[in-house]
């Protein structure tokens, strides 16, 4: 339901009658695997330590003949199912490092990863979570859209929309200006009203950066990485196109769409520039806040992108962080510590892997003394990790959030932010 906007009940009344029977997609769901796994498959709980694990023969089998994806399918139910009480149901001479490798070996092949990145992706979990989040990988995330404030109103533009039979819902509590759409009977992308700019079609993850940013009227902020413009737009909006807004992309081709969607959208703070955002304190500072969403691995968007199964590999995951460490450095170089409303950095992706998040956060908390971790404002989300398999990082990461497709139904995200004292 809608929380604050005023007027809200009338929405309500239009959009519930045509979303009756749709669930709320925002909210955890059940799991598909383990319902489909109940159905199909007949496990004996006696019999689990039995025929789990490939024989010898099968372990030798030639290379060149594909994994049976269904003998996978089964076998990731039976090695959870043993995992769940390894003491009773482990088979003697197997350890459980044995079951875990063999179960990440199947997750590779039933779901079309490589084993590296599926064993990095379920190292993050317990081995039941684990599969929900690749489960949730295999559904496209919810059509999402969001209210352009300085153009109209969600009510208004709800209606708008429901008139035009858009069968639509707000997204949630958190958020006084996005709308999901279930079904439309036109193009959600070539409305008059989407022409006129009242919305642009954005993820609903890709909302929670600029909230944790909060923009205040008549700062100047930077948006280090804007292509293609959504989170710029926003916080454009929220600052009711007054201070002023850099909306910089190193790569000059995307500043195109970044362009268009200013234009359309009607920001008129905004100014796009193409620099390498890592030599942005040499070329202009003192901003109130900055906003990096870093390049990243991807690994939150596979719904959107299922080519990031295959195409990540170790070196990603080295180059990737280095970068990711020095545009942060510079994105704490370029606020003035001495803004009297700002002073704030959020560093955000769309990757949920830790050598991209925490790791990336830590080692910036280590090289600059003069800024600290600070609550992002966000109502939900699963808090970062501390420690990772046997490193330490500072306890303050636990003001960060993360964001999972299984648990949210969003886009995998990580959100930080600082205060520069």
């Not at 997609?25 to 006696?46: A, G, K, L």
């Not at 019999?47 to 089964?74: F, K, M, W, Y």
């Not at 070196?315 to 545009?327: G, H």
């Not at 420690?387 to 959030?401: P, V, W």
Request: glycine share 6%.
């Amino acid at each position: 339901m809608f929380s604050d906007d005023e007027g809200d009940e009338d929405l309500l009344e239009v959009s519930e009658g045509e979303a009756e029977g749709e669930e709320d997609e925002f909210v955890n769901s059940d799991n598909d695997f383990e319902q489909c796994e109940e159905e199909d498959v007949e496990i004996n709980v006696d019999s689990r330590v039995t025929n789990v694990l490939p024989s010898g023969q099968e372990v030798e089998a030639p290379t060149n003949v594909p994994p049976d994806i269904h003998i996978s399918r089964t076998r990731i139910q039976e090695i959870l199912n043993v995992l769940d009480d390894f003491n009773k149901y482990g088979e003697a001479g197997r350890s459980r490092s044995d079951y875990v490798a063999q179960l990440i070996a199947d997750i590779a092949n039933y779901y079309g990863y490589t084993e590296f990145l599926a064993g990095k992706l379920f190292e993050l979990f317990s081995p039941r979570e684990a599969i929900e989040f690749f489960e949730a990988n295999e559904a496209p995330r919810p059509i999402t859209i969001r209210t352009n404030t300085l153009k109209t109103r969600r009510r208004n533009l709800a209606q708008a929309l429901v008139n035009r039979g858009v069968n639509l819902k707000p997204i949630g509590n958190w958020t006084k200006v996005g709308l999901q759409i279930f079904d439309s009977q036109v193009p959600i992308g070539a409305t008059p009203e989407y022409l006129a700019g009242h919305y642009i079609i954005q993820a609903a993850s890709s909302f929670l950066p600029v909230i944790a940013l909060a923009p205040q009227e008549n700062e100047r902020v930077l948006d280090m990485a804007a292509a293609p413009g959504g989170k710029t737009t926003y916080i454009s909006a929220l600052m009711k196109n007054t201070g002023c807004v850099f909306a910089n992309d190193a790569n000059k081709a995307r500043t195109k769409s970044l362009i268009a969607n200013i234009h359309r959208l009607g920001c008129t703070n905004t100014v796009v520039c193409n620099y390498d955002a890592k030599q942005f304190p040499h070329v202009i500072g003192g901003f109130d806040r900055v906003l990096l969403d870093a390049p990243c691995s991807g690994t939150g968007v596979i719904a959107k992108d299922p080519s990031v199964k295959t195409s990540r590999n170790e070196k990603d995951f080295i180059d990737l962080p280095f970068l990711q460490k020095q545009l942060l450095l510079a994105a704490i170089d370029s606020v003035d510590a001495n803004s009297k409303s700002g002073g704030y950095i959020v560093y955000s992706t769309c990757s949920v892997t830790v050598d991209e998040n925490e790791a990336v956060v830590d080692y910036a908390l280590r090289k600059r003394s003069d800024v600290k971790l600070v609550e992002t404002g966000l109502e939900f989300g699963v808090p970062g990790f501390t420690s990772f398999r046997g490193k330490e990082f500072n306890q303050k990461l636990s003001l960060t959030r993360r964001y999972y497709p299984h648990t949210y139904n969003v886009d995998g995200f990580f959100v930080a932010k600082f205060k520069k004292m």
